[in-house]
Each structure stands twice: as structure tokens, then as C-alpha cells.
């Protein structure tokens, strides 16, 4: 069983920035791909951008250049530096480990 800890969500003013933080903790024995999700209201939970174990990196194509997505295996915690945001990046932001397990999710919301 794998938790995880979700931070860094809030309200900004659009062309702000935010920086979330991930967490996890439980049964880690090894180092597993994590990323970031985002469901909007009516709309489809999408990928953000996910972070392979051996660092291979996917970006949704409306937050490339301005989102960028990291990890500390150390820590076993995965970050995303959002920035330029803009009130179509309002969402939900969901947390995953090894596209099994879940955090319960940060509200962003962005502001015009």
C-alpha cells in the first residue's frame, strides 16, 4: 500500500505561479514512474506530465514550456513547477505513483 501526500494547491492570479509537491510513503521498494493529472469540471482527466523511473518525461502539449515536472527519489516525491498560468489550467491536480495509486487530489485554481 502506497500513500500519498499532495501539496503546494491554491489561487493565483493568471501569469502566476504555483509549485506542487508529492509525497509518497508505505510500501516503497523500488523507484516507479510518477506524474501529474488534471480534471477540469465536464471535462476528462488528463495528463499533465509523468516522470518515468528512468527519467523519461511527458508533458501535455498546452503546458510544455511552462510546466516543468521533477523528482527526488531520495524523498520519493515528485514536484511540478507551474508557471505563466492561466484560468484554463483551473483543475483538479491528481497525484500518481506507478499509475496505480493516487493522492486525493489539490484544487489550482488561476483567476483572470
Known amino acids: 500500500q502506497v500513500h500519498l501526500v499532495e501539496s503546494g494547491g491554491g489561487l493565483v492570479q493568471a501569469g502566476g505561479s504555483l509549485r506542487l509537491s508529492c509525497a509518497a510513503s508505505g510500501s516503497i521498494f523500488s523507484i516507479a514512474a510518477m506524474g501529474w493529472y488534471r480534471q477540469a469540471p465536464g471535462k476528462q482527466r488528463e495528463l499533465v506530465a509523468r516522470?518515468?523511473?528512468?527519467?523519461?518525461?511527458n508533458y501535455a502539449s498546452s503546458v510544455k514550456g511552462r510546466f516543468t515536472i521533477s523528482r527526488d527519489n531520495a524523498k520519493n516525491t515528485v514536484y511540478l513547477q507551474m508557471n505563466s498560468l492561466t484560468p484554463e489550467d483551473t483543475a483538479v491536480y491528481y497525484c500518481t505513483y506507478s499509475d496505480l495509486y493516487w493522492g486525493q487530489g489539490t484544487q489550482v485554481t488561476v483567476s483572470s
Open positions: 516522470i518515468s523511473s528512468a527519467g523519461r518525461i
